[in-house]
């Protein structure tokens, strides 16, 4: 059977090849920071809903990534019979100081968002699946009184659970979180909206990590079959 040889190298070639591609998909996936997208659906919510389209503030959006690292990686703490929310004193005494935020700067908080699940979604799913649970939070989302918006999404350790977090507020946008030198600190593992950035460390690392064993076991596995 001289055919044989030749049809397992070949079929485990066309098989690395479907995988590279699956795996080049996932990367452009990934590529994209999915609090800004967030911040989209929410504001593609309040035009249907007749109101404002509102500032997606990077130094808003940063302390709400502050915010989830208050929680440290503790769903049971969002939401339900144990809720517990970080004292108003961190947001000038940790939250603005750790992303670069300039303390007089801070502005009202009117209104905030928080859910935690332990699979990840995508923005619009952890939109209307998570943060839109309770009935209070259509009225969040559409209060007329915010002008700016920050969003962000962490995993603990860019991994499960997953938090989703929401800030707004009336500040003005050009006086409000203002940020040292025009640029938040960046700080990992998170994405937050509004600094014009990729960032997929929300994402599960282990799905990028895993691509490369596959595909180099398959190319051992060719060689074994092409000797
Ligand atoms: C806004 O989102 C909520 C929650 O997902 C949904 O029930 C509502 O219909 C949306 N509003 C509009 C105008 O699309
Ligand atoms: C908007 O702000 C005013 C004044 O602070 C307050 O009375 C009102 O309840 C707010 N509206 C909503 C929907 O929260
Ligand atoms: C912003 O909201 C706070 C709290 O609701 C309120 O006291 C303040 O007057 C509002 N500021 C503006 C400029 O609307
Ligand atoms: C902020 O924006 C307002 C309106 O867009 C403008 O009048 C004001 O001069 C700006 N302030 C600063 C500090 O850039």
Not at 89 to 95: K, L, N, S, T, V
Not at 174 to 196: M, Q, R, T
């Amino acid at each position: 059977m001289p055919g044989l040889p030749w049809l397992l190298p070949l079929s485990l070639l066309l098989l690395l090849l479907l995988l590279l591609s699956v795996s080049a998909d996932v990367q452009i996936k990934v590529t994209k920071n999915p609090a800004d997208e967030l911040v989209d659906v929410i504001n593609n919510n309040r035009t249907a809903s007749k109101s404002s389209s509102l500032y997606d503030n990077p130094g808003l959006a940063c302390i709400a990534l502050q915010y989830i690292k208050a929680y440290q990686g503790d769903c049971a703490a969002v939401g339900g019979a144990n809720a517990k929310k970080p004292p108003e004193a961190d947001f000038a005494e940790i939250f603005a100081p750790n992303c670069g935020v300039q303390t007089l700067s801070l502005s009202p908080i009117t209104g905030r968002l928080l859910g935690c699940e332990t699979k990840y979604v995508s923005p619009s799913k952890a939109f209307s699946g998570i943060l839109m649970q309770k009935e209070k939070s259509i009225e969040i989302v559409t209060d007329k009184n915010h002008t700016e918006v920050g969003a962000a999404v962490s995993g603990s350790d860019g991994g499960s659970p997953y938090f989703w977090c929401v800030l707004f507020s009336n500040g003005t946008s050009n006086s409000s979180f203002v940020l040292e030198g025009g640029v938040a600190k960046i700080s990992k593992p998170g994405c937050f909206s509004g600094a014009n950035d990729e960032c997929s460390s929300a994402y599960p690392s282990q799905v990028r990590h895993l691509w490369p064993f596959v595909a180099s076991g398959l190319v051992a596995l060719w060689c074994v079959f092409a000797l």
